[in-house]
């Protein structure tokens, strides 16, 4: 225990600096603790012993000759180019910030690259010269871009504004955005079926209340480019979120979305039988717009398959494959008898095939280990399927079929380093491996460290519904979860693992992952004009600070919480009186609202009369500034 003495003597010092912070770059100077390197590091750009260069591949798109493979090295800020016969990186095309996707001119000439960050969230799309390595025009979306896709005509680019919850329309001639198609909420993944008529998104996270218990789940939009009136939004089953992946059959007629299911109705008192989580795959006609079935990945009623993210058919149309970056597997199905079990007259509880453990038997499923740490990126040429290792920073081959059972060949993307206890914290939080059965990794209930959306009944929630927390700042505003149960992150993240995972586990990882979380930094808003408060926000700030406003009572500056336990500002199940005071940074991205998610709509926040009085005293306008400046943090 000593570790978490030290952790509580650590934040007891923090305290003391913090009185004297009083500015976001005060948070920030506070919790680096190797602020030093970061500072040599020169936004990542340099590689320090403190901060090795990781490449982190996240997609992998195979060249139209199918001689070569582009691969997304997210954290290193390059593409790489891969020559498949060779096995070997033949170059690395640099870009301004993180890469968040790739697609190929169908000439093999171009590159589309989305770029955006944590740090620099401002998104742009690269045109790439694939001769010279150079980027040719530049265009700006939206906030976080990502995922390109280029239409089979090669004339229109869709790019995903995953915090701005719409899609750039790009016209390639000009390179200038058209329009763009509002969606639901953070579109992560889309495609377009061969005609280029439709566009399918999928919307990562549920928009709505956690406390519609019979509603709440993530949606697919069928856009319909041709007559906006045609579009449509399919929820997929109650519970669903984290849709990350996303793939079309090669005829067009399906589309196939990895996401989870959580069983939040439910006390989280077991693990196994998928009590907390499921692992699926979706299947939607997309001539009929319809969702045809949604299937359980998960191995059995003890042996789950954690975090399915992508997932790619072989030309063929013979095999769908998946990888699970938790559990560190990858499966690949027998796509005719997938449909054939999958096709039901109508879609219900009865004929879903979501909670079905084991129906992927060996005479349909092959289920391959993963060499590698946290396969996320997929890709697949002819019979042979190219997973890429996000942690690893290797491709590993396989041979599409149902009795293969290892590898056939790997590439290495570059040299092997050291893990820093940031880097093996971050793997910790997204390796299903540390969960009894893999069924589920931290991932799993705080996507990318933030919230999943979806109330969660845990023993230290007091056996009642709790909306989830995000992990942004949790080092740094103890105590822990909403009923202050847990003095410190690093018993909240000891408890969490022993709980909610079902593994005894060692202080090693407690403390990588303690050391990830210290180092989370917020996201600049959507909010800001330019990286800076508008001139709405700016009002609202000297309202916020001011003596009409009481904010500042329960949400001070610079972490934008007391860290004390105040009233309840919904009625709830629980007769608890007193929650803990989430902070305000990044409330912009983190609804619904309250310690049950009960508020979906950021004015009713600033309106209830049990949380504050401040909009009786101000005017509309007024108001209406001081949610700009607070959604701004």
């Not at 033949?90 to 000439?107: F, H, R, Y």
């Not at 889309?190 to 789940?217: E, F, H, M, W």
């Not at 990794?441 to 109330?455: I, K």
């Amino acid at each position: 225990m000593l570790y978490y003495k030290k952790a509580a003597a650590c934040l007891a010092i923090t305290g003391i600096l913090f009185t004297y912070a009083t500015s976001q770059n005060a948070i920030n100077s506070v919790i680096s603790p190797d602020v030093v390197f970061q500072t040599l590091a020169l936004n990542r750009d340099l590689a320090t012993a403190a901060k090795p260069k990781y490449l982190s591949p996240t997609d992998i798109i195979p060249s139209f000759d199918k001689t070569k493979l582009f691969v997304v090295e997210q954290t290193a800020k390059q593409i790489a180019v891969v020559d498949i016969a060779g096995k070997t990186v033949l170059q690395t095309i640099k870009l301004p910030n993180e890469v968040t996707g790739v697609a190929v001119a169908n000439d093999d000439q171009k590159l589309y690259a989305t770029c955006s960050s944590e740090l620099w969230a401002e998104g742009y799309v690269y045109e790439i010269s694939i001769a010279s390595g150079k980027v040719t025009r530049t265009v700006k979306t939206g906030h976080s871009t990502r995922a390109p896709v280029l239409s089979h005509d090669g004339e229109t680019l869709f790019a995903c504004n995953q915090f701005n919850d719409n899609i750039s329309v790009i016209d390639v001639a000009s390179f200038r955005v058209t329009r763009t198609i509002d969606v639901i909420r953070e579109p992560y993944v889309a495609k377009l079926t061969p005609d280029d008529g439709l566009l399918i998104v999928a919307n990562s996270l549920p928009r709505g209340k956690s406390t519609d218990t019979s509603r709440i789940t993530c949606e697919i939009s069928i856009v319909d480019l041709h007559d906006d009136s045609k579009s449509v939004h399919l929820p997929l089953p109650l519970g669903s979120h984290s849709a990350l992946g996303m793939t079309l059959s090669p005829d067009g007629k399906y589309a196939f979305i990895t996401h989870l299911i959580g069983k939040f109705n439910a006390s989280a008192t077991q693990i196994i039988q998928g009590w907390i989580h499921t692992n699926n795959l979706a299947i939607i006609d997309i001539d009929k717009r319809s969702i045809m079935n949604d299937v359980c990945l998960d191995a059995s009623g003890d042996d789950g398959c954690a975090n399915p993210w992508g997932v790619e058919c072989t030309d063929d149309g013979k095999f769908i494959c998946v990888t699970h970056a938790g559990s560190n597997q990858l499966s690949v199905i027998d796509l005719p008898k997938l449909i054939e079990r999958a096709n039901t007259p109508t879609f219900t509880i009865e004929t879903s095939l979501a909670n079905k453990f084991g129906g992927l038997k060996s005479d349909i499923r092959n289920l391959i280990s993963f060499n590698g740490k946290n396969p996320r990126a997929l890709a697949v040429i002819g019979s042979k399927i190219y997973a890429a290792g996000y942690f690893s920073d290797n491709i590993e081959i396989y041979d599409a079929g149902l009795s293969n059972k290892a590898i056939t060949g790997s590439i290495t993307l570059g040299p092997e380093q050291v893990l820093t206890d940031e880097r093996a914290g971050e793997l910790h939080f997204y390796n299903g491996e540390n969960c009894q059965g893999k069924w589920q990794s931290c991932h799993s209930c705080h996507p990318f460290t933030r919230p999943d959306a979806l109330n969660w009944i845990l023993a230290a929630g007091g056996n009642f519904q709790k909306n989830a927390k995000s992990m942004l700042y949790s080092w740094w505003t103890p105590p822990m979860n909403w009923a202050q149960s847990r003095e410190t992150a690093a018993l909240s993240i000891y408890w969490g693992i022993r709980n909610e995972q079902g593994l005894v586990n060692k202080d090693t990882e407690v403390r990588q992952i303690g050391e990830f979380f210290k180092r989370l930094k917020p996201m600049a808003s959507p909010s800001l004009v330019k990286g800076r408060l508008s001139e709405a926000a700016k009002k609202g700030r000297e309202i916020y600070y001011g003596d009409k406003a009481d904010c500042k009572r329960c949400h001070p500056a610079p972490l934008f919480t007391n860290q004390k336990l105040e009233s309840a500002i919904v009625n709830d199940l629980d007769k608890s009186s007193q929650f803990d005071t989430p902070t305000i940074i990044e409330s912009w991205r983190t609804g619904p609202w309250d310690h049950i998610g009960s508020t979906d709509k950021y004015m009713d926040l600033m309106t209830n009369p049990r949380h504050t009085k401040t909009h009786e005293r101000i005017t509309t306008e007024e108001l209406e500034n001081l949610a700009e400046y607070s959604k701004s943090l």
